[in-house]
């Protein structure tokens, strides 16, 4: 959460509520909602690291409120995050570990632990498939950030299946 924080700094100075309103219209239901509590959590954890800094605004019919901006660290912290490649594919990958160690562990039934998984993920296909028809038309973020995770529950399907093939 605090490199998107970071990142929506970017633009303008804005209070911990306007954050969290702004990751939810950018993502859509696509991405869990964040807790406004950990927002704000992680904007005192920035000032402290002297990525933002902040001030109290006064308003009148209010309480005060406090507004975060980008100090310069901060916005050489979010060009390092945006310029640097992400974590590409899974090598440690939980569902394998238990695929190939679960004869040792006494468990003999392989296929079934297969089938399991590829349950789970045709599940998650199906609630993704409900968030895309939900999704509003004009959200393009949204809908690509769902369209990645389908690919990806597709790619580890098909993954499934060359398990299955190979292991069995």
Same mark, same amino acid.
Request: aromatic share 6%; glycine share 8%.
């Given at each position: 959460?605090? $490199?998107?924080?970071? *990142?929506? @700094?970017?633009?303008? +100075?804005?209070? !911990?509520?306007?954050?969290?309103?702004?990751?939810?219209?950018?993502?859509?239901?696509?991405?869990?909602? +964040?807790?406004? !509590?950990?927002?704000?959590?992680? $904007?005192?954890?920035?000032?402290? *690291? %002297?990525? /933002?800094? =902040? &001030?109290? /605004?006064? &308003? =009148? *019919?209010?309480?005060?409120?406090?507004?975060?901006? @980008?100090?310069?660290?901060?916005?050489?912290?979010?060009?390092?995050?945006?310029?640097?490649?992400?974590?590409?594919?899974?090598?440690?990958?939980?569902?394998?570990?238990? $695929?190939?160690? =679960?004869?040792? *562990?006494?468990?003999?039934?392989?296929? #079934?632990?297969?089938?399991?998984?590829?349950?789970?993920?045709?599940?998650?296909?199906? %609630?993704?498939? #409900?968030?895309?028809?939900?999704?509003?038309? %004009?959200?393009?973020?949204?809908? @690509?950030?769902?369209? #990645?995770?389908?690919?990806?529950?597709?790619?580890?399907?098909?993954?499934?299946?060359?398990?299955?093939?190979?292991? @069995?």
């Amino acid at each position: 959460m605090r $490199l998107p924080l970071l *990142a929506l @700094l970017a633009k303008e +100075p804005a209070h !911990g509520y306007e954050l969290a309103t702004r990751l939810e219209q950018v993502f859509g239901q696509a991405y869990p909602s +964040p807790n406004i !509590g950990q927002v704000y959590v992680t $904007l005192r954890r920035l000032e402290q *690291a %002297g990525l /933002v800094r =902040s &001030q109290d /605004v006064v &308003q =009148s *019919a209010r309480p005060n409120k406090r507004v975060y901006e @980008l100090t310069p660290a901060g916005r050489e912290a979010l060009a390092a995050w945006i310029e640097a490649p992400s974590d590409g594919p899974r090598v440690r990958d939980d569902f394998f570990m238990k $695929l190939a160690l =679960s004869p040792l *562990a006494g468990a003999t039934d392989r296929m #079934g632990l297969i089938n399991r998984q590829r349950r789970h993920y045709l599940s998650l296909m199906r %609630g993704l498939s #409900g968030l895309a028809e939900q999704a509003a038309p %004009g959200n393009r973020t949204s809908r @690509l950030l769902i369209e #990645g995770a389908m690919l990806h529950l597709q790619a580890d399907l098909d993954w499934l299946e060359r398990c299955q093939q190979e292991l @069995l």
